[in-house]
């Protein structure tokens, strides 16, 4: 079961948006529409920002939101602010009852 | 606010064991699922399964197979993870997380401060 790919970096100024990729297969991201993502900062535990692709949990702002089109699930950040830098990883339920996660990125305010 | 506790770090030899806890206190923890992930030094999260709340129906990734016992104790609500056979590539932050929202409870809502587990010889 391999990692869902996401791009190692992205970056952004203040008030800008940015959209972070998650690419799976068909036995994961294009076979279910349950995609988390996870904001996690570097020794505190991570922090669930979206679930079912696109449901933002209680607490959540709306600056974060969430889509999926074929197995490609996408995380955009609007109006970007210097306490989003940090790691951001996907996550997808899969056809072998499992849980797998993305690679990982690293979001850089600029 | 529900709160997660874990137990704390744990120093390992190559070959030992190590069994983390995880419990909310005065939260029917064990009444949802609870996945286990874990982070090496320098690397991402890792699923490394989980344990329904609904059967005690256990999943793991084929990787840990064998090596990996995930449970409950409904009587003090509290969940575990045994992991055999610790070499030093297990050394990592281990978190369990509240399998608590979603359409399937597939989204983990609730983690644990995570628990450093050292393995040196």
């Known amino acids: 079961q391999s990692a869902l790919t996401q791009p190692a970096s992205v970056s952004g100024s203040p008030g800008q948006s940015i959209t972070i990729s998650c690419t799976g297969t068909?036995?994961?991201?294009?076979?279910?529409?349950?995609v988390a993502w996870y904001q996690h900062h570097p020794g505190k535990a991570p922090k669930l920002l979206i679930y079912?692709?696109?449901n933002r949990p209680s607490g959540i702002s709306d600056r974060f939101s969430g889509s999926k089109s074929g197995n490609t699930a996408s995380l955009t950040i609007s109006g970007l602010q210097a306490d989003d830098e940090a790691d951001y990883y996907c996550?997808?339920?899969?056809?072998?009852?499992?849980?797998?996660f993305g690679t990982g990125t690293k979001v850089t305010v600029l | 606010q529900v709160q997660v506790v874990q137990s704390g770090a744990e120093v390992k030899i190559p070959g030992a064991s190590v069994k983390v806890s995880c419990r909310a206190p005065?939260?029917?923890?064990?009444?949802?699922?609870v996945t286990w992930v874990r982070q090496a030094p320098g690397q991402g999260l890792e699923s490394m399964g989980w344990?329904?709340?609904?059967?005690?129906?256990?999943y793991y990734p084929q990787k840990f197979q064998g090596r990996v016992t995930m449970t409950t104790d409904t009587s003090t609500s509290t969940a575990y993870m045994e992991l055999t056979g610790l070499g030093s590539d297990d050394t990592a932050v281990y978190y369990c997380?509240?399998?608590?929202?979603?359409?399937?409870?597939?989204?983990?809502?609730?983690w644990g401060q995570g628990t450093m587990v050292t393995v040196s010889s």
């Open positions: 068909n036995t994961d991201v294009g076979g279910y529409d349950y």
């Open positions: 344990i329904s709340g609904y059967n005690g129906d256990t």
């Open positions: 005065g939260h029917t923890f064990t009444n949802y699922g």
């Open positions: 997380a509240r399998m608590g929202l979603g359409v399937t409870h597939d989204a983990f809502d609730i």
């Open positions: 996550s997808s339920y899969t056809s072998f009852s499992l849980y797998v």
């Open positions: 079912d692709v696109s």
